[in-house]
Nanobody, 122 residues
Framework: QVQLVESGGGLVQPGGSLRLSCAAS????????MGWYRQAPGKQRELVTTITRGGSRNYADSVKGRFTISRDNSKNTVYLQMNSLEPEDTAVYYC????????????????WGRGTQVTVSS
């Protein structure tokens, strides 16, 4: 199995920055796509950003130019640098790892962490 553990959330003032980390552990040969999603109170979970093993990135329009995703394949870890944070960014942020190869014939899909709270408020 695969475990994803997020860290780095917290309370920050508008205009501030936070860096989230997510480490995947378990018997992992490789991970295709890692990403971040978020869910605000009363809203559906939404895509924030993803990054493939090769480094191709995808961002939601609402975070383009403010958030940057990166990953360290050797550590099976993905990061999210969040700058110029706005109150609308307040949500629980979830890490996702998709197409995780755990053996040469077994692949796990759509794995989730438990989430980390990000609150942007003055």
């Amino acid at each position: 199995q695969v475990q994803l553990v997020e860290s780095g959330g917290g309370l920050v003032q508008p205009g501030g920055s936070l860096r989230l980390s997510c480490a995947a552990s378990g018997s992992i040969l490789s991970i295709d796509t890692m990403g971040w999603y978020r869910q605000a109170p009363g809203k559906q979970r939404e895509l924030v950003t993803t990054i493939t093993r090769g480094g191709s990135r995808n961002y939601a329009d609402s975070v383009k130019g403010r958030f940057t995703i990166s990953r360290d394949n050797s550590k099976n870890t993905v990061y999210l640098q969040m700058n110029s944070l706005e109150p609308e960014d307040t949500a629980v942020y979830y890490c996702n790892a998709d197409r995780v190869q755990v053996t040469y014939i077994r692949t796990l899909y759509n794995n989730w962490g438990r989430g980390t709270q990000v609150t942007v408020s003055s």
